[in-house]
């Protein structure tokens, strides 16, 4: 048990007992105080229109990308920026103040996309940190234009350069997607995340095109591969020397295990899932953040906004299930998607930022197996949400207590955990 001492918007002290006072002290009663939750890939642009749109039929990636060209081409600024609010404040009081959002940058929404985002980040700078990645939805060679207006993008405020080379109509095209984006990065000196095959098809072979060029142009660090879905089809040596060559040569990999719902679609059991080769990119040494992608769009109809759900599932998927297998998954929407995102003062100790999420949970494990509510979400030393979440049985009249605990007995309320302001915290 520990008290955290917030000075300013950095973690001043982590001691058993801090003695004094501080203008802001909040009582945690045992619970469990975490870094806040890093969402590494979110589609902010595309959130929320699930009720704008026919259902997705054959619950493909190619149906959701095509229905999305109607909610694209009428969208205006103003509609992206309110429907990317609303997921903005529930990841918020789920404990995220970390967002990277891919924003589709092509020929049919133009820049009003970018631009929504770009005003919901503006928004709600007080809560949180959005980075934006231009992201050619469409594909570049597959529709004139975009490679202008992905210039233009990061002119107007963009942070990271996207891809989807796999969506090109062959190999040679798909390298020169790589190629461009890349050139886009050195110029303005930006990272780069790309959705890397994105599909069941085998012979979808841009990953090793990514890690190419990272290692040619000297990115090292900078570059997230999303997605990889086409990796679990792939041979086992090629997979082995391919997770070898992007730990050495510093490409990350981004999970997104919500795409088991639209790969694999076409097949008869045993169906593809499209879940990245998360164990073995571990082994590898490859830094592995995962991401919840859509939320309750043509692609998927749920999501909650919520990495702690992401992570739940994320171990399913790769079957991640012992005591170090869930420290890591839940590092992977922790300190793993912070190096993806280049947080450098992330964590809990001393000089970090004061970033931090309180669960009501004892434990990694029950942060995952509960997904309890998260009593406060704290950005940059101040508390920029609160949930209070009361439950009560309502028990037949003489019915025994015993074996069916109240709240109160629970043992997440057993002792104290203050985490308490400094006095030069606000
Ligand atoms: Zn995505």
Not at 270 to 299: M, N, S, W, Y
């Amino acid at each position: 048990m520990h008290d955290v001492g917030v000075s300013g918007d950095r973690i001043a002290r982590i001691e058993p007992r801090l003695e004094g006072e501080a203008p802001v002290e909040l009582d945690g009663e045992g619970r469990l105080a975490s870094p806040a939750l890093v969402e590494a890939h979110i589609h902010l642009d595309k959130v929320n229109v699930w009720p704008l749109l026919p259902s997705n039929r054959t619950g493909t990636l190619a149906e959701a990308i095509q229905l999305l060209h109607r909610t694209k081409a009428a969208s205006g600024v103003d509609e992206v920026a309110e429907r990317a609010g609303q997921v903005i404040r529930r990841a918020v009081l789920a404990g995220v103040t970390t967002f990277r959002s891919h924003v589709d940058v092509d020929t049919i929404g133009g820049l009003r996309p970018l631009q929504g985002v770009l005003k919901a980040r503006a928004e709600h700078a007080d809560l949180c940190e959005i980075q934006v990645v231009a992201f050619p939805q469409e594909g570049i060679e597959r529709d004139p234009g975009t490679a202008e207006l992905l210039g233009s993008a990061m002119q107007e405020g963009a942070d990271l350069v996207g891809g989807m080379p796999h969506w090109e109509v062959d190999p040679e095209a798909s390298r020169r997607h790589v190629s461009f984006c890349f050139d886009l990065a050195e110029r303005f000196d930006a990272d780069v995340d790309m959705h890397v095959d994105e599909t069941d098809r085998r012979e979808s072979r841009t990953l090793e095109m990514v890690v190419d060029e990272t290692e040619r142009r000297g990115w090292g660090g900078r570059v997230t591969a999303g997605h990889c879905c086409a990796m679990v089809v792939w041979e086992q040596e090629y997979v082995d020397r391919l997770l070898g060559r992007m730990a050495q040569v510093g490409v990350n990999l981004c999970s997104n295990p919500l795409s088991m719902v639209v790969q694999g679609r076409d097949d008869l059991e045993p169906r593809r899932r499209g879940i990245a080769r998360v164990k073995e990119a571990l082994a590898a040494g490859v830094t592995v953040g995962t991401g919840q992608d859509c939320v309750h769009d043509a692609f998927y109809p749920f999501g909650a906004a919520d990495p702690l759900q992401v992570a739940l599932l994320q171990a399913h998927a790769a079957q991640l299930t012992t005591s170090e297998e869930i420290s890591v998954v839940l590092g992977m929407v922790r300190e793993s998607a912070a190096r993806v995102l280049r947080i450098s003062d992330y964590g809990l100790y001393e000089g970090a930022r004061a970033d931090l999420v309180v669960l009501d949970a004892e434990s990694a494990l029950d942060a995952l197996r509960l997904l309890p509510s998260r009593r406060w979400t704290i950005h940059r030393g101040r508390v920029v949400s609160e949930t209070r979440q009361e439950a009560e049985l309502h028990r037949s009249r003489g019915a025994p207590i015993a074996g069916c605990p109240s709240r109160s007995d629970l043992p997440i309320h057993k002792s104290l955990s203050p985490v308490a302001h400094s006095p030069q915290a606000r």
